[in-house]
């Protein structure tokens, strides 16, 4: 298999914040955020090996700033590693000011993704090679964070996790 860049993955959905997707205080639900980000997700993962793929974990997100009834919202995910079967997903998501059209980051999470076959089962990924400054940082802590995720999902022993424990030695 050949190997992809994290650019062959981009993804980029871009769509409008509804009254029937906001809390109370008139912002963007939470779910409904971290839904439009797993399709993303699940789309670069999807470009990055050409199969099926599922969710296996969300890693992390950060709802750094509320995002407001009426935004233009736009989420950006790539592939930032791909390990035998699983593959690291970044989101960026940012709202843009309606007058100047400049945008803000208000958001960002990264997902683990399976490439599955038709029965289920885990299948080989193409290798990545990250290109920029940015997606090589978040290439070489991409390790740290799957042993991170397989720990706390209890499928890991933490004294085998070695990206880890090397954060504190
Ligand atoms: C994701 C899934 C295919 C993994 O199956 P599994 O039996 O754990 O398979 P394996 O142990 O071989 O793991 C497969 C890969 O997933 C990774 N993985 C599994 N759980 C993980 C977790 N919690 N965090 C990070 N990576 C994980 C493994 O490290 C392995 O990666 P690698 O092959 O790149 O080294 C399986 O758990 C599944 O189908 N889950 C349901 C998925 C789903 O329905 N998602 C939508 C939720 S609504």
């Not at 963007?28 to 050409?50: P, Q, T």
């Not at 989420?75 to 945008?103: L, P, Q, T």
Request: glycine content about 4%.
């Amino acid at each position: 298999m050949a190997a992809r860049t994290p650019k062959d993955s981009l993804t980029i959905l871009t769509d409008l914040v509804l009254p029937a997707e906001t809390n109370p205080l008139d912002n963007l639900f939470g779910g409904e955020l971290l839904a439009r980000m797993d399709r993303a997700s699940s789309i670069a993962a999807r470009r990055h090996c050409k199969r099926i793929v599922v969710t296996a974990s969300v890693n992390h997100v950060a709802f750094s700033k509320a995002v407001p009834l009426g935004s233009v919202l736009t989420i950006e995910a790539k592939v930032s590693r791909a390990f035998s079967s699983s593959m690291e997903i970044f989101v960026d998501v940012w709202i843009e000011d309606r007058e100047s059209g400049e945008k803000e980051k208000v958001n960002e999470g990264i997902y683990t993704f399976v490439a599955v076959n038709e029965t289920g089962n885990p299948v080989k990924v193409p290798a990545i090679v990250p290109e920029t400054e940015l997606e090589k940082e978040r290439y070489e802590g991409a390790l740290r964070r799957k042993q991170l995720s397989l720990v706390l999902a209890g499928k890991m022993d933490p004294h085998e996790a070695t990206e880890l424990k090397a954060l504190f030695t």
